[in-house]
């Protein structure tokens, strides 16, 4: 059946000026033809969404230990939330929806089994040749080590949606080339080197909507998560002025609810709301003040359009205050992260030792010939790959006694 040209069903609304264009994309590392009934960065969201590393997310660790319980938020559900409020700030702003949904769902590929705890344990590891960084592990990820295609390794992602993983989070170096936050990973200046990110610049407006909704989102499902936990309380959640300020409303609003988790939702429900309306707003007068005439005017301004204001980013701070005193940092998750490295670090050096161990041909069949710092990397690769059940199940089956993660 034959697609009519005229009448093609793109989804697509108004776009501000400023906003990333889909039909004028910098294009791909390997050209391909265009779609009939998708845009590029539409494409790019329909692979990103089809890999085996946004399956992967289902058991990764967000913060609590997947046997905890079904309820508690994964990387996956993370994910899925930090798109619908990408989305959101996206619409709002009038800048390419499926761009910004697209690096949201991307921006997590490259974490490890068992959250931040995993990273830092293989990172320790991979310490003398390199270090592991998550951001440059979902690019090694989406550029080499997904095996789909059947011209090329990687999704073969827009020049706007790699730009957008790598520095959502801002530029990661400065006009003279050092790093702004410490040394630049190696595997993003080896594929800078072969298709420029132009790291000294800040990222399209897209990739800004979607890095604000990390925040915005873990910040909120944090709080959820840690009450239905019993590590939070509602007194705790007095501290922060903010949230004592919404458990009033919600307070005077509904005088008779006693049901804990209804009333936690109308908490949560209020938090997102006022954080994405401030950063609406804030973003709305940056844009006023830049009048940014394009994309590139965006990424030329010298500082992030889409942002907290003064007084909603010291209340950022004092949620993550709180997380950190009353979740992260609570004695039974030190005992779990502490069991959670060295389910790392033991399988680390297990493979390192006898890389057949690893349960798959095409792993070990890579290993004849690497030296040792390109072993360790494929190592870990293979490693930060892993799901929290696949990494206990495989150090019950090389090692006596595996660390009780529940």
Known sequence: MSIDSGALGFGSGERAVYSANPWA???????????????????????????????????KTQVFISPDGDHYR??????????????????????????????????????????????????????????????????????KLERRYAEFDGINLTWESLEGLVKHNGPLMTAAGEGIKGPVPQPIRDYCQLHDLELASFASLEAQ???????IAYNTHDIDDGLRSGLLTFDMLEDVPFLSGLMAEVRT???????PTRFAYEITRRQITHMVEDVIGVA???????????????????????????????????????LFARI??????MRIRAGATQIVQDLFRAYMADPSLMRSHYWVNQIPGLGEAARARHVGDYLAGMTDTFAIKAHGELFDQTPDLR
Do not use: C, W
């Not at 940056?286 to 005439?293: E, F, I, M, R, V």
């Open 25 to 59: 994309s910098r294009g791909r590392m390997f050209p391909e033809s265009t779609s009939l009934t998708r845009s590029e960065f539409q494409r790019d969201r329909d692979r990103i969404v089809h890999t085996t590393a946004f399956r992967r997310l289902k058991h």
């Open 74 to 143: 994964t990387r996956l559900t993370h994910t899925i939330e930090v798109a619908q409020i990408a989305r959101a700030l996206a619409r709002a702003l009038k800048v390419d929806e499926d761009l910004a949904e697209g690096v949201a769902l991307v921006h997590d590929f490259g974490h490890t089994p068992f959250g931040h705890t995993g990273e830092d344990a293989l990172d320790e590891m991979l310490k003398p040749y390199g270090g592991f960084d998550h951001n440059a592990q979902s690019l090694r990820i989406v550029t």
């Open 209 to 215: 909507v979607a890095a604000i909704a990390d925040d």
């Open 253 to 259: 609003k509904y005088p008779h609810l006693l049901d």
């Open 284 to 322: 709305q007068t940056n844009l006023k003040a830049l009048k940014p005439q394009s994309a590139e005017d965006i990424r030329a301004a010298g500082h992030v359009i889409a942002t907290f204001s003064p007084e909603m980013a010291e209340t950022d701070k004092q949620i993550k205050k709180l």
């Open 328 to 333: 992260y940092r609570h004695p039974e998750i």
